[in-house]
C-alpha cells in the first residue's frame, strides 16, 4: 500500500529570495503562500498517485478493522446486554450499522473526491469551525486514546504466556504497553517504507488470529457443543443505560471501515472500487466477527467470558492444548498492527488539515532525509503515554467514542443535507435515504444516551471537544497574535529537520 506518498512527494524548494534564517524549505522570504496564489513558473502540480486497486482496497478495510476489538470488546458487550443472545444480536446489528456507515462513506467518498475522510465531508457541509474540532479532538482524544486501548490489549496478550498460572500485575502490562507504544512511534519515525512492510505481515497475524478461534469453534458446533446457547436470552436483562455502552464496545470492533476515505485521492476508479471494497470487507468483517463470537460460547460460558481478561487466551488454553501460546502471541501481533496502522494513517488527516490551514505548520512537515511525519509522531507520543497511565482499557473506550461516533454521525448527517442543499451534485453511487438516517440517529442517539451510562468518561470527551472551539478563534481566526507567541515556533523549526508537506510548495 503506497500510503506514503502523501508524504513523500514534496516540491522541489522554490529558487527565490529567501530571508536569512528561514527555516521552512520552499518558502519566499520567509512566508507561506496564499491558499489561492498561482503557482511558480517550471514546477509540477503536487498530485496523489492512484496505486489503491480494489484488492488493496479491501485489505485496508480489512487489516485496519480487525484489531484489538474483537478479542477485548466480546466482555464489554456481554457485561452490558446480559445473555449470549442478545450479545450476539448486538455483534450481527453493530456489523449492519457499520455496513450502512460504511455504505454512507461510499457515497460521500465517490461525490467528494478529497482525502480526509470525516474532516473533510465535514468541511465540505458544515464549514470550518467544526471540521478543526474534528481535527483538534483527533489530536487530543480520539487517535491517543485508540492507540492507548489498542496498545494495552497488546501489552496484555504479550504477557499472557509468562503469567499462565497468576494473574498479571497492571503495572507490567502498562510498562510493556509503554515500550510498545514507543517502538510503533520510532518505526514511524524512522522508516515510512519499512512501517508499510510490516503492515502486510501484521495483516496477514491478524487473520490467521481470527481463523485461529473460528476453525475449532465451528468444529465444536459440528460436534454438538451448544449447551452455552440453551435458553441464550435468559439472564440479567439488558438495562437502557447498559445498551448504548454495549454499541460502544460492539461499533469499536467494527471501526476501521472509514479509513478507505481517508485516501480517496489514490483509489483507481474510486466511483466503482470504494463501494465494492466496502461492501466486501464488511461482509467478510461481519461474518468473521460473528462466527468468532459463536466459537467462544461453544467453549466458554458467559461467567466465565465475563471473569476472563484475555477471552482469546481462556479459549485457545480450554481448546487447543500446548497450541494455546500461539494464540496470545498472534493476538498480540495483531495488536500491534493495529498500533501501527492508525499511527501510519493519522499523517494522511494532518495532511489535509494542514492543506486546509487548520493546523499549525510544524505538524504537517516531514523528515528531510526519512520522509516521516517527524513532529506528528512527536507529539502523538506524549499524549498517548497520558492516555495510557491515567484510565483503564474499558474507561478509555467509553472516552474515544463519544468523540468518535459524534462527529461520524455528523458527517453521514451531512449526507441527507447535501441531498437537498445540492441535489444536482454528480453522485456515482447512491444509497437508498434511509439508511444514512438510520445510521446518524443511532450514532447520535448512542452518544447521548452515554454521557448518563458513564458521564465521568464521556463528560470528560465532551468538554475536551468544546474547547476546540475557543482554540478555532485563538489559532486559527486571531490573527495579531503576539510576537513571544510566533517566535516559538520559530525557536523550535530550525533545530528539527523538517519541511513542509503542503502541496503549495
Request: net charge positive; charged share 15%; hydrophobic share 50%.
Amino acid at each position: 500500500m503506497n500510503t506514503q506518498r502523501v508524504i513523500t512527494m514534496v516540491r522541489k524548494p522554490v529558487v527565490s529570495t529567501i530571508s536569512k534564517g528561514s527555516y521552512l524549505q520552499g518558502s519566499v522570504n520567509g512566508k507561506l503562500p496564499s491558499m489561492g496564489s498561482k503557482e511558480p513558473p517550471g514546477q509540477e502540480k503536487v498530485v496523489l498517485k492512484k496505486k489503491i486497486t480494489l484488492l488493496r482496497g479491501i485489505s485496508i478495510i480489512i487489516g485496519t478493522i480487525i484489531g484489538a476489538g474483537i478479542f477485548i470488546s466480546p466482555k464489554g458487550v456481554l457485561q452490558n446486554t446480559g445473555s449470549v443472545g442478545m450479545s450476539l444480536t448486538v455483534w450481527t446489528v453493530c456489523g449492519v450499522l457499520s455496513l450502512f456507515g460504511a455504505l454512507s462513506y461510499a457515497e460521500l467518498g465517490t461525490s467528494i473526491k478529497k482525502s480526509g475522510g470525516h474532516y473533510t465531508y465535514i468541511l465540505e457541509v458544515f464549514g470550518p469551525l467544526p471540521a478543526f474540532v474534528r481535527v483538534w479532538v483527533e489530536l487530543l482524544i480520539i487517535r491517543p486514546a485508540a492507540t492507548a486501548v489498542i496498545s494495552l490489549a497488546f501489552g496484555r496478550y504479550i504477557l499472557e504466556p509468562f503469567f499462565i498460572q497468576c494473574e498479571i500485575p497492571e503495572l507490567a502490562i502498562k510498562l510493556i504497553t509503554a515500550v510498545g507504544i514507543t517502538i510503533v512511534m520510532v518505526l514511524n519515525s524512522m522508516s515510512v517504507s519499512w512501517s508499510a512492510r510490516i503492515q502486510i505481515f501484521l495483516t496477514f497475524c491478524k487473520l490467521t488470529a481470527i481463523l485461529i478461534i473460528i476453525v475449532p469453534g465451528v468444529m465444536q458446533l459440528i460436534k454438538g457443543q451448544t449447551q452455552h446457547f440453551k435458553d441464550a436470552f435468559s439472564g440479567r436483562d439488558a438495562s437502557l443505560m447498559g445498551l448504548p455502552l454495549a454499541f460502544y464496545y460492539g461499533m469499536y470492533a467494527y471501526a476501521g471501515w472509514f479509513y478507505l476515505n481517508f485516501v480517496t485521492e489514490e483509489v483507481e476508479n474510486p466511483e466503482k472500487n470504494i463501494p465494492l471494497a466496502i461492501c466486501i470487507s464488511m461482509a467478510i468483517v461481519t461474518i468473521g466477527y460473528v462466527l468468532t463470537n459463536v466459537a467462544y460460547f461453544t467453549t466458554i460460558s458467559a461467567e466465565e467470558l465475563l471473569l476472563s481478561n484475555a477471552v482469546a487466551v481462556t479459549f485457545s488454553e480450554r481448546l487447543l492444548g500446548n497450541f494455546s501460546l500461539a494464540v496470545p502471541i498472534f493476538v498480540a501481533l495483531s495488536c500491534f498492527g493495529s498500533m501501527n496502522g492508525g499511527v501510519f494513517a493519522v499523517s494522511r488527516l494532518f495532511y489535509v488539515a494542514s492543506r486546509e490551514g487548520h493546523l499549525p505548520e510544524i505538524l504537517s512537515m516531514i523528515h528531510v532525509r526519512k520522509h516521516t511525519p517527524l513532529p506528528a509522531v512527536i507529539v502523538l507520543h506524549p499524549l498517548t503515554m497520558i492516555m495510557l497511565f491515567s484510565g483503564d482499557l474499558y474507561g478509555l473506550l467509553n472516552f474515544l467514542s463519544f468523540a468518535r461516533w459524534l462527529f461520524i454521525g455528523l458527517a453521514v448527517a451531512g449526507l441527507i443535507y447535501l441531498r437537498y442543499k445540492r441535489p444536482d451534485m454528480h453522485r456515482p453511487f447512491k444509497v437508498p435515504l434511509f439508511i444514512p438516517a438510520l445510521f446518524s440517529f443511532t450514532c447520535l442517539f448512542m452518544v447521548a444516551l452515554s454521557l448518563y451510562s458513564d458521564p465521568f468518561s464521556t463528560g470528560i470527551g465532551f468538554v475536551i471537544t468544546l474547547t476546540g472551539v475557543p482554540a478555532y478563534y485563538l489559532f486559527i481566526i486571531w490573527d495579531k497574535k503576539p510576537k513571544w507567541f510566533r517566535r516559538v515556533s520559530d525557536c523550535i523549526a530550525p533545530f528539527l529537520p523538517i519541511k513542509p508537506t503542503s502541496p503549495y510548495y
